[in-house]
């Protein structure tokens, strides 16, 4: 993935006259020479550029709204929908059984800190 900086740049079409009198088409070379800070530069706009064609391309491939999806999705549910609603309660239980198990745990860590602070209190003269 080359950057197109003035060395790389198409070469100009160029006519010249031969001693005869003839045209003859040449190309030209580009006389700049680009420096590394040239090219830095160059490919540090080309990236830009097209970071923001794939950016609106994305915007233009969506189309719709966050909020338009979110009305979709609402009016998918039927909050009456008895499989829905056992699905619901089922993710309720889980959630706060991972809850509860979570904070059991934290009680028995601070229980063993407790009880090894009270052992080496014990033991020290």
């Known amino acids: ?7 790389d740049v198409q070469v100009e ?5 031969t001693e005869d009198g003839q045209v003859q088409e ?3 070379q580009a006389d ?5 800070e040239e090219e830095k ?13 794939a950016r609106k391309e994305v915007k233009r491939m969506k189309g719709n ?3 338009k999806k979110n009305n979709e999705h609402q009016q998918s ?13 089922k993710i309720q239980a889980s959630f706060r059984g991972h809850k509860v ?8 860590e601070l229980k063993k800190v407790e009880n090894t602070e009270e052992r080496n209190d014990q033991s020290s003269p």
Do not use: W
């Not at 993935?1 to 060395?7: D, E, I, L």
């Not at 700049?32 to 590394?36: I, L, Q, R």
């Not at 008895?82 to 309660?89: E, G, N």
């Open 1 to 7: 993935m080359g950057c197109n900086v003035s060395k």
């Open 13 to 17: 079409e160029q006519q010249e006259k």
């Open 26 to 28: 040449g190309k030209k």
């Open 32 to 36: 700049h020479v680009s420096t590394p």
């Open 41 to 53: 530069a160059a490919t540090k706009i080309q990236s830009s550029f097209r970071g923001y064609k």
């Open 65 to 67: 709204s966050p909020q």
């Open 77 to 89: 549910f039927d909050p009456n929908d008895p499989d829905l609603s056992k699905a619901a309660t």
């Open 101 to 108: 198990r979570k904070e059991i745990k934290s009680q028995n």
